[in-house]
């Protein structure tokens, strides 16, 4: 029997993404966003951590539905700036997924970083949680550098401006399955899927 799987996120794209991950993991499961439960709100991320975050949403949508929950919380880590901005790289610009001015404003900040000193990474921890309040994580890195320009039409966020550690391309520049295969997430969620078989065994 299917277990169907709860994503704790309204963003199509992660839903897609994690859905191609898993079934390259082997996992057969039916997995939904939470836009298919459209009565439960959205959880507010006040953790202090991306694991903090995570385990929030997932523990709050687990209880919610009565099924196996997934959440995520992921971001872009920048040397020069402390790790910003990290927990807050889905609003630095104000607004909660503006894509668009949260690129335009990290890159302004950025404008007389030179290309030595534009080390970043991607981070994200991902967490299952089980209605009984058992929970796993697990987290994952995409190291990289960050071009002066964005380029590339794929991805979401930060894609366009992030060109991993030995690519001549930025994230946005690579197809889908080249980039589940070194992201952040594709290695988080490819941690979490023993921890899935083993929960859900």
Not at 36 to 50: L, S
Request: aromatic fraction near 4%; charge should be negative; include cysteine.
């Amino acid at each position: 029997m299917t277990t169907r799987l709860v994503l704790a996120t309204r963003n199509a794209h992660k839903v897609t993404e994690l859905r191609a991950i898993l079934a390259d993991a082997g996992v057969d499961s039916e997995l939904v966003g939470a836009d298919a439960y459209p009565q439960i709100p959205d959880v507010k991320e006040t953790g202090v951590t991306f694991a903090e975050n995570a385990l929030l949403k997932a523990h709050a949508l687990a209880e919610a539905t009565g099924l196996p929950a997934i959440a995520d919380d992921s971001g872009l880590c920048v040397d020069v700036l402390g790790g910003a901005p990290g927990i807050f790289s889905a609003r630095w610009a104000g607004r909660h997924g503006d894509d668009l001015a949260n690129l335009d404003l990290l890159l302004a900040q950025l404008g007389d970083i030179e290309h030595p000193h534009r080390a970043a990474h991607f981070a994200c921890a991902a967490a299952l949680a089980l209605p009984d309040g058992t929970s796993r994580v697990a987290e994952g890195l995409l190291r990289g550098t960050l071009r002066h320009q964005p380029a590339g039409t794929g991805g979401f966020g930060y894609d366009p401006i992030l060109q991993p550690d030995g690519e001549e391309r930025t994230c946005a520049e690579l197809s889908a399955a080249e980039k589940n295969a070194i992201s952040h997430r594709g290695k988080a969620f490819r941690a979490l899927v023993p921890m899935l078989a083993e929960l859900l065994a």
